[in-house]
């Protein structure tokens, strides 16, 4: 069968289950972790987050190499990935009528991914480095959402506690360079409120603020 013709019966498959599938909110968010350090990536977190797909060879383990918090998703120690940022559904339909829909839905999408198999193939690149191939997206930008950026410099001395005081209400604060060996983890090691930056078990960095 001719893929365009195959393709064009996956759509209408597809048209024909709709009525009958769950309504679904869900968004997909790429944080990376590079050269070991914490990164924040902005995200609504009150959903709930799942780790889809690990794209960094270190291990991406919840609460030690990524979690999240009232201002979005962490990651560190190299941890790079995507995630689904927060999903609700609500079932609507007969399941019978959804579960006939979903077998001819599945038969037909898997008969045109098939046909098309090799155009795909011909169309992708022969680049080793497939994490930049598949995954061409634009960063999110900071500047737009938060203003300019400036940056504060907080040290823990000795493994002792610092608290950098700063008015960080209604901002953003991201490590933006580790200055000492002993790793800045954020949660562990540093972290912030309205009221400044926290230091902690020889830490010091200099912080974005946004």
């Known amino acids: ?108 999408i898997g008969a045109a991914a098939i046909a098309s198999h090799h155009d795909r193939d011909r169309d992708r690149g022969r680049d080793d480095d497939r994490y930049d191939d598949r995954h061409n997206y634009q960063p999110y930008n900071d500047y737009n959402r938060y203003g300019p950026t400036q940056t504060i410099t907080c040290e823990s001395r000795d493994g002792r506690h610092n608290y950098c005081r700063n008015n960080l209400r209604g901002a953003r604060v991201d490590m933006d360079r580790q200055l000492s060996r002993s790793p800045c983890r954020y949660g562990n090691d540093w972290g912030w409120d309205g009221g400044g930056i926290w230091v902690e078990n020889g830490c010091r960095a200099v912080f974005s603020v946004r």
């Open 1 to 108: 069968m001719n893929p365009n013709r195959m393709n064009r019966l996956a759509l209408a498959a597809l048209l024909a289950l709709a009525p009958f599938a769950p309504e679904a909110i869900a968004r997909s968010v790429v944080c990376e972790s590079q050269s070991g350090q914490t990164q924040h990536c902005y995200a609504d977190t009150r959903n709930g987050v799942t780790l889809a797909v690990q794209y960094s060879n270190s291990s991406c383990r919840q609460g030690q190499t990524w979690g999240t918090d009232n201002r979005g998703i962490w990651v560190s120690n190299g941890c790079r990935a995507q995630f689904d940022v927060g999903e609700y559904r609500s079932d609507r339909g007969s399941n019978n009528d959804s579960k006939a829909a979903a077998a001819l839905a599945i038969g037909l």
